[in-house]
């Protein structure tokens, strides 16, 4: 896993990145008996114009509060290296001064984008928005937990 401890956490943290996207993946093809989502009514064609903005919009501004955070605080920073004694910068600016958890944030933004493009009508009616609002909320709470304790 690493032999500091910012590297067992990162490692852990991709580990827990794995499960999050394989219950994405798992729930999504669940609901349409794991079978191509091509052969459920999911295509390109039918993806309406929102849909591709939300994408298109939700995965440049998503990742590109990402790829900020990283520039701005590290590795060390977006991994709690603080807490394990490592030196992390203290940044004010960009992409702090326009939110204040600009990480979680774009992986909101990246959330929503995504699920909102891949979502067809038998998605919708099992309830993949419930999913998405809870993969959010947890974000949510991370931040406040930031904040607060």
């Known amino acids: 896993m690493g032999k500091k401890p910012l590297d067992v956490v990162l490692s852990i943290f991709w580990i827990n990145k794995c499960i999050q996207l394989g219950t994405f993946v798992l729930w999504y093809l669940y609901v349409i008996g794991f079978v191509s989502p091509f052969a459920a009514g999911f295509s390109w064609s039918s993806r309406t114009r929102l849909q591709w903005v939300l994408l298109t919009q939700g995965l440049l501004a998503g990742?590109?509060?990402?790829?900020a955070i990283y520039r701005a605080i590290g590795k060390s920073g977006v991994y709690y290296g603080y807490r394990l004694g490592e030196e992390v910068p203290w940044v004010t600016g960009f992409p702090f001064s326009v939110m204040s958890h600009p990480q979680?944030?774009?992986v909101c933004l990246s959330v929503i984008g995504m699920n909102a493009f891949v979502a067809t009508s038998t998605h919708l009616a099992?309830?993949?928005?419930?999913?998405t609002a809870v993969?959010?909320?947890l974000y949510v709470y991370m931040g406040l937990v930031e904040d607060y304790m």
Do not use: P
Not at 63 to 67: A, E
Not at 126 to 131: H, I, R, Y
């Open 104 to 106: 979680y944030s774009g």
């Open 135 to 137: 993969q959010i909320l």
């Open 126 to 131: 099992a309830g993949w928005f419930n999913l």
């Open 63 to 67: 990742q590109g509060l990402n790829i």
